[in-house]
T-cell receptor, first 111, second 115 residues
């Protein structure tokens, strides 16, 4: 079945450093979504990318969708303590109307 | 306030016991989902329902059962057949469930532990 892997599994950065998480799917995706889960909380939708090669920005967050629509990345510039949490990518394939989540990257930010 | 309500927040199960997790939504969404979250494994789909009185197995349905008698409600029963039930369970909903671009809205989750 479809698998979606994320690396790294965990990253610890100092506030102000940049952070990137990578998402790789075993199959081509119709689109990619990103969610953030704060510690003790539930996943919250951040953004969706649909087109091959698409890049979207939300303030300090930059999201990219690969040309082959099998990978994606989330880059955070100048991290802040409010960025702490686990970031999940998730994608639909063309054949299934259910969302498959990646394994997640947990981000820890310290002062 | 519109949203998804899961209860209880914490639940303990004894050996051989069935337990039911509640999920209610007032978003008027057609589709509802149950995910299981284990550390380092992301979210795995247990069951989903796109319409009342109909539901489909997800990737890890064994040992679980669901019902969808009302649009607003999608309870999950963890049966005694589920040998490793300790996990964080998340309920979610989406508007339609058939379009391949819908975002999910999640409840606050239930942490299930085995006594």
């Amino acid at each position: 079945g479809q698998q979606v892997m994320q690396i790294p599994q965990y990253q610890h950065v100092q506030e102000g450093e940049d952070f990137t998480t990578y998402c790789n799917s075993s199959t081509t995706l119709s689109n990619i979504q990103w969610y953030k889960q704060r510690p003790g909380g539930h996943p919250v939708f951040l953004i969706q990318l649909v087109k091959s090669g698409e890049v979207k920005k939300q303030k300090r967050l930059t999201f990219q969708f690969g040309e082959a629509k099998k990978n994606s990345s989330l880059h955070i510039t100048a991290t802040q303590t409010t960025d702490v949490g686990t970031y999940f990518c998730a994608g639909y394939t063309g054949t299934a109307s259910k969302l498959t989540f990646g394994t997640g990257t947990r981000l820890q930010v310290t002062l | 306030d519109g949203g998804i309500t899961q209860s209880p927040k914490y639940l303990f199960r004894k050996e051989g016991q069935n337990v039911t997790l509640s999920c209610e939504q007032n978003l008027n969404h057609d589709a509802m989902y149950w995910y299981r979250q284990d550390p380092g494994q992301g979210l795995r789909l247990i069951y989903y329902s796109q319409i009342v009185n109909d539901f489909q197995k997800g990737d890890i349905a064994e040992g679980y059962s669901v019902s969808r008698e009302k649009k607003e409600s999608f309870p999950l029963t963890v049966t005694s057949a589920q040998k490793n039930p300790t996990a964080f369970y998340l309920c979610a909903s989406s508007i339609d469930g058939t379009a391949l671009n819908e975002k999910l809205f999640f409840g606050s989750g239930t942490q299930l532990s085995v006594l």
